[in-house]
């Protein structure tokens, strides 16, 4: 079993920064691919990002590439995700997910998800 959470939400002024940590404990995420989704209420949970188990293979959903960096430390068993120039349509409630098997939309383990508000 693996518990995710999520730390660094707030609220931040357009164009601002934040970075969002993701502290995994009961085993090593080591060999875990981690990803980050986010969520606003009324929609569907949108994903934002993954990253591989070994940090060689990441990907962005458009709307987030070019701003958003996600990056990961086995030896801290942590997965992060840096966010600058954010925009009012960044905020929502940001959730990083730890998967096994490799299987495109299967994810073992959520977290409970952080606060991303950002002002315009």
């Known amino acids: 079993q693996v518990e995710l959470v999520e730390s660094g939400g707030g609220l931040v002024q357009a164009g601002g920064s934040l970075r969002l940590s993701c502290a995994a404990s009961?085993?090593?995420?080591?060999?875990?691919?981690m990803g980050w989704f986010r969520q606003v209420p009324g929609k569907e949970r949108e994903f934002v990002g993954r990253i591989s188990w070994n940090g060689r293979f990441i990907s962005y959903a458009d709307s987030v590439r070019g701003r958003f960096a996600i990056s990961r430390d086995n030896a801290k068993n942590t997965a992060n995700l840096q966010m600058n120039n954010l925009k009012p349509e960044d905020t929502a409630v940001y959730y990083c997910?730890?998967?096994?098997?490799?299987?495109?939309?299967?994810?073992?383990?959520w977290g409970q998800g952080t606060q991303v508000t950002v002002s315009s």
């Open positions: 997910a730890a998967d096994s098997t490799e299987v495109a939309g299967h994810w073992d383990y």
């Open positions: 009961g085993r090593t995420i080591s060999t875990y691919r």
